[in-house]
């Protein structure tokens, strides 16, 4: 649990404007590794509950959000087929602030800037919660999965590459 001292952020205002529950967790942030699996290690948080949040774009130039384990990569014909896009390709990091209001080790599927079309890996279903990131490095948010799928309206789809004997 957060001790309660961290400010709030989009993320979590827009949970408690909407009365959804939700828990936190603070971890040290590394600079040198920013990864989701690294922070589900220091967190002690399972990989497979942990999700990382990741923004695309179709051709269409529209913004795509996606939400997969932190152990998995994104596999982008999936979800250009998830979207109903023909395509699908990752934007810079360097825009990244700009479209969602989040950075990169920070970015939250709610609270973003405008809300963009969500799509979330379907092991999420398997659990009753999951982890994603509360809006800032450093502080993961626990959420119903059904409840972050109902609020963020998302679609939930098999988003990534099989690998590791993961997903079988």
Not at 41 to 54: A, N, Q, R
Not at 89 to 107: A, E, P, W
Request: with cysteine; aromatic share 8%.
């Amino acid at each position: 649990m957060a001790s309660g001292k961290k400010a709030k952020t989009n993320a979590l205002r827009e949970l408690d404007a909407a009365g959804i529950k939700y828990a936190t967790v603070e971890y040290e942030v590394d600079e040198d590794d920013l990864s989701g699996t690294h922070a589900a290690e220091v967190s002690g948080i399972d990989p497979d509950m942990m999700f990382k949040t990741l923004v695309a774009k179709n051709e269409r130039g529209e913004y795509l959000v996606f939400c997969i384990p932190v152990a998995c990569e994104l596999d982008l014909k999936k979800c250009a087929a998830a979207s109903g896009s023909k395509s699908a390709s990752m934007i810079h990091v360097r825009d990244l602030l700009s479209v969602t209001g989040y950075i990169r080790g920070g970015c939250s599927p709610v609270g973003m800037k405008k809300r963009f079309p969500t799509y979330i890996d379907e092991t999420a279903e398997l659990f009753p919660e999951i982890y994603v990131s509360a809006g800032v490095r450093g502080l993961q948010m626990k959420i119903n999965t059904g409840d972050l799928i109902s609020f963020t309206g998302a679609h939930t789809a098999d988003l990534t590459f099989i690998k590791h004997g993961q997903r079988g």
